[in-house]
């Protein structure tokens, strides 16, 4: 993030990964750009600390950004770096973008701000057959949930004393239905109670060129007892 802020290059490994986040970088002209990250700190833990690196209490606006619905953020801005951060309904953490404010992510790091607004999903949609799929990322995805079930604790997992984060790729149809899922790590004694939730989750369509397209992603569930 240092990097990105500073505009210099940087290596986007496994290190990085566990340091940051799981996300995507954008490079322009051989150099780190921006970043969109899903983090596992807490919203308000992520807030707190872009206010410490701005020096300043962010701002709070609904903002549109092209392929993205719009999203209730805290926003940055100062020096050519702008920064948003929102809360990740995936798990306790944050989704996280920020980058420098030059051609050509400039306008998508701005957006477009709008009032606030809620998009529901389609009375009625049928999903098709077409095999077409894009990649998005956890944080993308967080902002375009609207009905999320929490899972339920197994009896077992608790009486263990068992958390954890399951991580679990999914597919998602033109109709934001949890179409596919297939469990990638986590806790076996968790997994079930995870599936189970999630297949009821339920999604704004994305979409890419104007229309809207089934996609592939990754969700996590964080199961922590209370102390």
């Known amino acids: 993030m240092q990097a990105a802020l500073r505009g210099e290059q940087a290596n986007v490994g496994a290190r990085l990964a566990s340091e ?36 300043f209490a962010g701002q709070k606006d609904t903002v549109a950004r092209v392929g993205w619905p719009p999203l209730q953020e805290e926003r940055w801005e100062k020096a050519g770096a702008l920064a948003a951060v929102w809360k990740n309904q995936f798990a306790d ?5 920020v980058g420098l404010l030059e051609p050509p992510y ?28 894009v990649r998005v990322s956890p944080g993308v995805m967080a902002g375009l949930l609207v ?16 958390e954890g984060v399951v991580v679990v790729s ?7 239905q949890v179409a596919d899922l297939m469990p990638i790590s986590g806790a076996p004694e968790l997994i ?3 599936l189970t939730a999630v297949k009821q989750w339920k999604y ?7 229309q809207a397209v089934a996609v592939e992603t990754q969700l996590r569930v964080n199961f922590t007892l209370s102390r």
């Open 20 to 55: 940051l986040g799981k996300g995507g970088a954008l490079f322009a002209y051989g150099r780190l750009s921006a970043f969109n990250l899903s983090v596992d700190s807490s919203y308000s833990e992520t807030v707190s600390d872009m206010e410490r690196r701005f020096g």
């Open 93 to 97: 953490g944050a989704a996280v973008i």
């Open 106 to 133: 400039d306008s998508f790091l701005r957006g477009t701000i709008v009032p606030a607004s809620s998009v529901p999903l389609p009375a009625e949609c049928k999903a098709s057959e077409s095999t077409r799929r």
């Open 147 to 162: 009905h999320h079930v929490p899972p339920v604790y197994p009896v077992v997992a608790k009486q263990n004393k068992i």
């Open 170 to 176: 999914a597919t998602i149809d033109e109709c934001g």
């Open 192 to 194: 079930p109670a995870t």
């Open 204 to 210: 704004r369509a994305f979409i890419s060129s104007g």
